[in-house]
């Protein structure tokens, strides 16, 4: 079964809330989902990886400490959302020495981060780990890899940099293909996100009568 | 004639623009979405058919109804139940309705039939793929429908006093759209001219339901009454729309849509100011103006609300018109910068309601000068979300100051400014908004407060240098992302923010839904509750075979006699 993007981007959105994310982080990591699936890269899997990786984890720890030198968690690993999101807010403070990273979890999750970051400074930027090599344009990536490198846990040394031209381009997708066991991880770090039913909140909350007979 | 150099009137500014009240009081126009796709499918000389209508004698089976453009075919599948009484039920949570549908991006096969018919029935319970541009479903109105059933069937046409009294023969209460259930993206057919303008796929589905209901009614008097039964008049026909009513599950979409929001906005202010800059009105324009006025008037006429504060605002719209009317006797249109005056004149003598029904009014004699700004109403900047870390502390701060500039004298901790919270509800995934100190929702509150969440990240934002890089202040403080985020995006689009709060204990969730829905081109607006509204689409529209470029246009305005 195939997903709309904007499932993915809605089901992600809850479930990193539901996981433990600040509203304001769910909202980027849903959106990265949905540029992974929109590049034909299995998204939903990394982010269901992440967030059963991360959850109940004090996520300070995992975050860069300060935007300069080079970025390794407190814990010793680093959130891929924490620091795709810092490395996209500050792209013209590492553009001309580029950014290294150590202890990435999931690093697929940090190229929609990067994209982003190019799409801002107006020129390609590339990201390595582990024998993964990944130019994106922001609109356009082309990528060098393995199948187990680009799926693995956490990333050694992780580099990004300003590069050349993005090739070949990977073909872009209208639809998501997840596996049903990461749809259903999801929507249960989703479900944390629901309110108990009460009968109170049943009659006053939504609204409407019980009746359309009229 | 000699006038002094007027400078352009302004936009109007969105600390009045975008008051709550403002939005609730707010009425379709020119480029409500459902003028925009009437005029766009007379324009282009679109084709109408309905391959299959196969119903039997208690109204169980399926349609297919074929709208067809200058480069694309869509396709109204229609499916029709026998639904017991007991079952007809308005809420999002209902399991079964009258009739379900799909909008379906071209010509169904008989193979997407036949999966369609095994989930569209189902609605949130089933499935769809990219084929499917919307799911919606509809109730009948019961007391309508048999009336209407009973007299065609015996040969009699229907009571015009109940049609208007009601409205339509049946209401949706959920159009489903962009990925829902697993339809397509928004984003995926986005750059189809036709599609472009946000909710086309919807009201397509919408404009074609209305004339399966038509039909459906035809069909079931015949059932009825064999050779005694007629066909509805057509005149009766027309002033049918299709109801829809609707809870908060619309509220919360213009928040989380901030950017889109204020495009809708933007254009509709935009029109309003480029006639009010127009120095010198043609007779042909007043003449115009005129005509839609009085029309105008027809519609508020047959507008009917039992809710008490909707039954305050139409007395006084009803009063506004005739203060209207009567200032118009007056100097009319004939100075210079006529609209201009008018508005200006509007301010303090009308309420609300006829402040905003006179700022769409004086759109309409002014295609030429305003349509093309439907398009502007779109949001395709998909991916222009990140955040500019490298902007400085004090200039993220000077923006929330000029949003919520009224927001930070507020005291946040007064129980009524925080009274309400919104969640979403684990029995049915729906937004709902309820009372903060009486039930235990808290925890599970939605970020649906921008004003509250951007006092805080103002306040988390005092004891950082001025020259400091937003970024550093986002690494430290992640829970205030989504204020900043929202912060950056006011400075290119200034009505994207509510300026009201909307967690007060005093706020009226319906105001949220009645913007949404005079943007889509709804009339009589009903509110059945605080949070519950009821509303008409396509009412008095041209059915399909009628459809022309003479009455795709103000069709929402009844022809009145002289």
Redesign the interface.
């Known amino acids: 079964m195939t997903y709309a993007l904007t499932e993915v981007e809605t089901a992600v959105r809850k479930a990193a809330r539901g996981a433990g994310y600040h509203w304001g982080m769910a909202d980027d990591a849903a959106r990265a989902t949905r540029w992974l699936c929109a590049a034909g890269l299995d998204g939903v899997g990394a982010v269901a990886a992440l967030l059963s990786r991360v959850d109940g984890q004090d996520r300070a720890a995992l975050a860069p400490a300060t935007l300069g030198g080079d970025w390794r968690g407190l814990s010793g690993a680093l959130c891929p959302i924490a620091a795709g999101t810092a490395l996209s807010d500050s792209a013209p403070f590492w553009a001309d020495d580029g950014k290294r990273m150590a202890g990435v979890i999931l690093p697929l999750l940090l190229l929609p981060f990067a994209a982003s970051a190019a799409r801002r400074l107006g020129t390609p930027v590339c990201v390595e780990w582990d024998g993964v090599r990944a130019v994106t344009s922001g609109h356009s990536t082309g990528l060098v890899s393995d199948d187990r490198a680009m799926t693995m846990a956490t990333a050694g040394e992780l580099r990004v940099h300003i590069s050349g031209a993005v090739e070949p381009p990977l073909p872009t997708k209208a639809r998501a293909a997840p596996s049903q066991a990461d749809w259903a991880l999801l929507n249960r770090f989703a479900q944390r996100t629901y309110a108990p039913e009460t009968e109170e909140s049943r009659l006053k909350g939504a609204g409407a009568g019980l009746s359309d007979n009229d | 004639m000699k006038t002094s150099p007027q400078t352009v009137p302004p936009l109007r500014p969105p600390s009045q623009v975008m008051r709550l009240s403002r939005l609730g009081s707010m009425h379709q126009c020119r480029l409500s979405f459902m003028r925009v796709l009437t005029r766009r499918m007379a324009a282009e000389g679109w084709a109408f058919s309905r391959p299959v209508f196969d119903i039997d004698d208690k109204g169980v089976g399926h349609a297919v109804y074929v709208a067809t453009g200058p480069e694309r075919a869509y396709s109204l599948v229609a499916f029709a139940h026998d639904l017991p009484?007991g079952q007809?039920?308005?809420?999002?949570?209902?399991t079964a309705w009258d009739a379900t549908f799909t909008l379906f991006d071209g010509i169904p096969t008989q193979a997407d039939i036949d999966r369609l018919s095994q989930n569209i029935p189902l609605q949130e319970a089933g499935?769809v793929?990219?084929k499917s541009l919307s799911v919606s479903r509809a109730?009948r109105?019961?007391?309508l429908w048999e009336h209407v059933v009973d007299t065609l069937s015996q040969g009699r046409q229907p009571d015009p006093g109940m049609i208007d009294a009601v409205g339509y023969l049946m209401?949706t209460?959920a159009v489903y759209g962009?990925?829902?259930l697993?339809?397509?993206?928004?984003?995926?057919v986005s750059e189809r001219p036709e599609l472009r303008v946000p909710f086309q796929a919807e009201m397509l589905s919408v404009y074609l339901t209305r004339t399966f209901v038509r039909d459906l009614v035809n069909h079931m008097a015949r059932a009825r009454g064999g050779n005694m039964a007629v066909d509805m008049a057509p005149e009766i026909a027309r002033r049918l729309g299709i109801g829809n009513?609707t809870?908060?599950g619309l509220g919360p979409f213009i928040i989380n849509h901030p950017r889109l929001f204020n495009n809708w906005i933007m254009a509709r202010e935009t029109a309003i100011q480029r006639v009010r800059a127009i120095e010198t009105a043609t007779a042909r324009q007043i003449a115009d103006f005129n005509d839609i006025l009085h029309r105008s008037r027809a519609l508020v006429e047959t507008w009917r609300s039992q809710h008490p504060v909707q039954v305050a605002r139409l007395a006084r719209l009803r009063a506004d018109l005739d203060v209207l009317q009567a200032h118009l006797a007056g100097d009319g249109l004939s100075a210079a910068f006529p609209w201009d005056h008018l508005i200006r004149w509007s301010e303090p003598a009308l309420s609300q309601e006829g402040q905003e029904l006179l700022a769409s009014l004086i759109l309409e004699p002014h295609a030429a000068l305003v349509d093309d700004l439907a398009q502007s109403m779109a949001d395709t900047d998909f991916?222009v979300?990140?955040?500019?870390?490298?902007m400085p502390v004090s200039r993220v701060r000077a923006l929330i100051e000029a949003r919520f500039g009224w927001a930070l004298a507020l005291d946040w901790s007064a129980r009524e400014n925080c009274a309400r919270a919104w969640?979403?509800?684990?029995?049915?995934?729906?937004p709902?908004?309820?009372?903060r100190f009486e039930?235990?929702?808290a925890?599970?509150e939605?970020?649906l407060a921008p004003a509250r969440d951007a006092v805080a990240a103002h306040v988390a934002l005092r004891d950082w240098a001025d020259g400091k890089?937003?970024?550093?202040f986002?690494?430290r403080h992640?829970?205030?992302?989504?204020?900043?985020?929202r912060a950056q995006i006011s400075a290119t689009a200034p009505y994207c923010e509510i300026q009201d709060n909307t967690i007060a204990a005093d706020m009226f969730?319906v105001d949220l839904l009645r913007v949404k829905l005079a943007f889509f081109g709804a009339t009589h607006f009903d509110p059945?509750?605080?949070?519950?509204v009821r509303i008409c689409m396509f009412g008095n529209a041209p059915y399909p075979e009628d459809l022309a470029p003479e009455n795709a246009d103000f069709w929402v305005y009844p022809e009145v006699r002289p």
Not at chain 2, 182 to 188: K, L, N, R, T, V
Not at chain 2, 423 to 430: D, F
Not at chain 2, 469 to 472: E, F, G, K, L, Q
Not at chain 2, 478 to 485: A, G, K, L
């Open positions: 009484p007809r039920s308005d809420r999002v949570i209902a499935r793929n990219e109730n109105s019961v007391r209401r209460t962009s990925g829902k697993g339809a397509s993206d928004y984003e995926a009513s809870g908060l991916d979300t990140f955040i500019d870390g490298a969640y979403v509800s684990e029995a049915k995934l729906e709902r908004v309820g009372e039930e235990p929702i925890p599970y939605t970020p890089p937003v970024a550093a986002l690494l992640p829970e205030h992302r989504q204020s900043i985020r969730p059945r509750s605080d949070r519950w």
